[in-house]
């Protein structure tokens, strides 16, 4: 079957950094996404991955290793706003997008 | 209005009830989908329509009934629902089914749906 796998919840504190990982086991894949979600509101795009090495987005960077089937959602100088679920999805050979449960990150002060 | 909006935000139906939850998106694209959130799940794929043509029903019950009557719009009609169907439903749009970088999914923000 197809699997991704990311840790429930992570906590961290403001200005830090943090690391959410991400590991799949997919029939084929084109392409990794991380979307970000806060409570109560709609998952909204953060980035998108197909070949492996790190893509940096303003505080916001993601790698990939397709070899090893892992990615990861790294966020430097942490903010309260960062609080929110982080989901990581995978295109898979059919082009269908398996999702992942999400990691509930915690921000405290 | 701009994105994709979801009406009503919030549902308590009982399960005899009939409802229609609605989506509409303004983003020009040919792909929507519908999908149900329960709390520490996967999202789950429902339904896809791609230029209005149901593409993917991925095992869902006769309870739940998709419509689209034209790339904007989005509906699922509700009937007879169980308890264990209460849960987020969030409609999605994109550009194509071709899932690379330019087929990003954009969401809704979703029906809040309870089933007494």
């Known amino acids: 079957g197809q699997n991704i796998d990311q840790p429930t919840e992570m906590t961290a504190t403001e200005g830090a950094i943090v690391q959410i990982n991400c590991t799949y086991q997919?029939?084929?894949?084109?392409?990794l996404f991380w979307y970000q979600q806060h409570a109560g509101e709609a998952p909204t795009f953060l980035s998108y991955?197909?070949l492996d090495g790190l893509e940096e987005k303003g505080r916001f960077s993601s790698f990939l290793s397709r070899s090893k089937g892992y990615s990861y959602l790294l966020l430097k100088e942490l903010q309260m706003k960062d609080s929110a679920s982080y989901l990581c999805?995978?295109?898979?050979?059919?082009?269908?997008?398996?999702w992942g449960a999400g990691t509930k990150l915690i921000i405290k002060p | 209005e701009t994105g994709v909006t979801q009406t009503p935000r919030h549902l308590v139906m009982g399960m005899t009830n009939k409802k229609s939850l609605k989506c509409e998106q303004h983003?020009?694209?040919?792909?929507m989908y519908w999908y149900k959130q329960s709390a520490k799940k996967p999202l789950e794929l429902m339904f896809v329509?791609?230029?209005?043509?149901?593409?993917e029903n991925n095992s869902v019950p006769s309870r739940f009934s998709p419509e689209c009557p034209n790339s904007s719009h989005l509906f699922l009609h509700l009937h007879t629902l169980q308890p264990e169907d209460s849960a987020l439903y969030l409609c999605?749009?994109?550009?194509?089914?071709?899932?690379?970088?330019?087929?990003?999914?954009?969401f809704g923000p979703g029906t809040r749906l309870t089933v007494l």
């Open positions: 999605a749009s994109s550009p194509t089914l071709a899932g690379g970088p330019t087929d990003t999914q954009y």
């Open positions: 983003l020009g694209h040919n792909a």
């Open positions: 329509y791609n230029f209005k043509e149901q593409t």
């Open positions: 997919t029939s084929g894949f084109n392409g």
């Open positions: 991955n197909v």
């Open positions: 999805a995978v295109v898979d050979s059919n082009y269908q997008l398996i």
